[in-house]
């Protein structure tokens, strides 16, 4: 079991497809911690960009972000033919295997119905799912 948090904002370059997406979701990125600190990983325009994050490192303003508590399955399927952008580098990192996420906004829906914790503190103190 791992604890996660997905977070999600808007993109730091308009692409052209970033008009057509909500403007607090056309971007997210995943950290997993570890039990010193958090991994962040975040698929840029071409390029997977990963950070460390200490537990009282601030996050930035104006995002959102969903503490979770996942599983992941190893022996889920993923499709080979798809494209690589932040939500299906997410989805890949924490197992989620639903073809009809392509959104971020899709994907913070989905979070949230499987038991995510919006803007929990607690998760990122380290206090919260022991």
Same mark, same amino acid.
């Given at each position: ?39 962040? *990983? ?5 390029? %997977?960009? !990963?950070?460390?994050? &200490? @537990?009282?490192?601030? +996050?930035?303003? $104006? ?30 990192? *924490? ?5 009809? %996420?392509? !959104?971020?906004?899709? &994907? @913070?829906?989905?979070? +949230?119905?499987? $038991? ?15």
């Amino acid at each position: 079991m791992g604890r996660y948090i997905v977070g999600f904002g808007p993109a730091d370059t308009l692409t052209w497809w970033a008009r057509l997406l909500h403007p607090e979701f056309q971007h997210c990125w995943v950290a997993k911690d570890n039990g010193v600190f958090f991994e962040k *990983l975040e698929c840029l325009v071409n390029v %997977i960009h !990963t950070e460390i994050l &200490l @537990y009282d490192t601030p +996050l930035l303003e $104006g995002q959102r972000y969903i503490g979770i508590h996942l599983d992941p399955d190893p022996t889920k399927h993923f499709g080979i033919f798809h494209h690589l952008n932040c939500v299906s580098l997410v989805k890949k990192f *924490l197992g989620i295997c639903d073809y009809k %996420i392509q !959104t971020p906004k899709q &994907l @913070y829906n989905y979070l +949230l119905t499987i $038991g995510g914790l919006e803007n929990d503190v607690n998760v990122r103190r380290g206090t919260r799912y022991k």
